[in-house]
């Protein structure tokens, strides 16, 4: 049997083989072909969140003993109801309005909130669990967002809630 022979027989055993692999390769050629131009991201183009920051604002990291519930409500930012306790079966008293929340870019389980730094002196002065209720992010108030309430908020009796359901036909 002679050499051209050897890979005749070769080929014939092996086409399916040869054939999967020529047809696996131009395939990732052609993908790397049409692949578009700067899609992959670069280190430079990442946005920092201290970039971001308005002149006369801070952000302060904070921990919120309802994040869970906060990261699975909002993507990326929002805005929440500040609320703190002194233990975490103690009433909570509120002590911000309508403040921006934001995820942190490079750690998805941080968060911050964006506030003036008077406010955040505030809020870096209050010790306590910290609790956060989302608003509704496109409602626009009178009220400046952001806002730290200052003055505790007096303690009144809640008001009795009921609901009557009619039928209709």
Request: hydrophobic share 40%; with cysteine.
């Amino acid at each position: 049997m002679t050499y051209q022979d050897k890979i005749k027989k070769s080929y014939h055993d092996n086409r399916i083989v040869i054939i999967c692999s020529t047809l696996l390769i131009l395939t990732y050629a052609l993908i790397w072909l049409f692949q578009p131009k700067g899609s992959q991201p670069s280190e430079s183009k990442v946005l920092a969140a201290d970039t971001i920051i308005p002149a006369g604002m801070v952000l302060v990291p904070i921990e919120l003993e309802n994040i869970d519930s906060i990261r699975g409500l909002i993507n990326g930012y929002g805005y929440i109801d500040l609320y703190v306790a002194d233990s975490p079966q103690s009433p909570r008293r509120k002590i911000g309005h309508r403040i921006k929340i934001l995820q942190a870019p490079l750690n998805p389980r941080e968060f911050a909130v964006l506030v003036s730094e008077s406010a955040s002196r505030e809020i870096m002065q209050t010790a306590g669990f910290f609790t956060g209720v989302v608003q509704n992010r496109s409602q626009v108030e009178s009220q400046q967002d952001g806002e730290i309430v200052v003055a505790r908020t007096k303690k009144t009796k809640e008001a009795s809630l009921s609901i009557e359901y009619s039928e209709t036909e």
